[in-house]
Every structure is written in C-alpha cells, then in structure tokens.
C-alpha cells in the first residue's frame, strides 16, 4: 500500500466509522466494488493515478516507468484508471487538505 494512503488513514481513523465502513486499515481501500475485476492490484492503480495526478507525466512515461520496475501496464490502461479513480480519489481526499484563506496581501516592496 503506498505511504501516503496508509499516511492519510493513520491520521483520519474518525473517516472510518463515520463512513460506515469495516475495514480499520484504510477507507480507500475499503471498498472491494471499486477495484473489483481488474487485473493489477489496487496498491499499483492508485500509484499510476497518483503519479499521474500529481506530476506532470504522460501515460507512455508512466507506462516507460512501471516497466522498468516489472509492472506491464499499457498507457490505455492507465487513461482507464485515470479516468475512473482520479475524480473518487478527489471527492475522499479533498475533505482532508487544509483551507486556503480567500484573502491576499500584497506587501510594498
């Protein structure tokens, strides 16, 4: 499981119980639903979609990348899982970043 999920389930285990959901580890991995039928490991999905999501990397790039550590994903692969857990992962982790203030001040310089 990737650091940062296990990260982000250490410190919301509130999420947890309020959600409704069994599984004490981690709520986004909770859901059997979401990754049943696919072939790769939710572990290797969400890193795809997170290296996608977070820096500036092309499908090829990413799929170039993966193959150099043993993962066979093709790039049209990758746009699937994109596509379908890029807007899940927003709606379950935008709730946990911190607020920016609406107000900014520029200093005289």
Not at 14 to 29: D, E, F, Q, T
Not at 80 to 95: F, G, H, M, N, Q
């Amino acid at each position: 499981m990737p650091v940062w999920v296990l990260w982000l389930c250490r410190k919301n285990q509130s999420m947890v119980k309020s959600a409704g959901l069994n599984s004490p580890l981690c709520p986004l991995m909770s859901t059997p639903a979401l990754f049943k039928w696919w072939h790769f490991l939710p572990e290797i999905i969400l890193l795809h979609v997170r290296w996608y999501c977070r820096y500036s990397l092309s499908y090829r790039d990413l799929e170039e990348m993966m193959q150099e550590r043993g993962v066979e994903a093709d790039h049209s692969t990758i746009n699937r899982w994109v596509l379908r857990y890029a807007p899940e992962l927003d709606k379950r982790i935008r709730t946990h970043l911190k607020t920016t203030n609406d107000s900014w001040r520029v200093d005289e310089t």
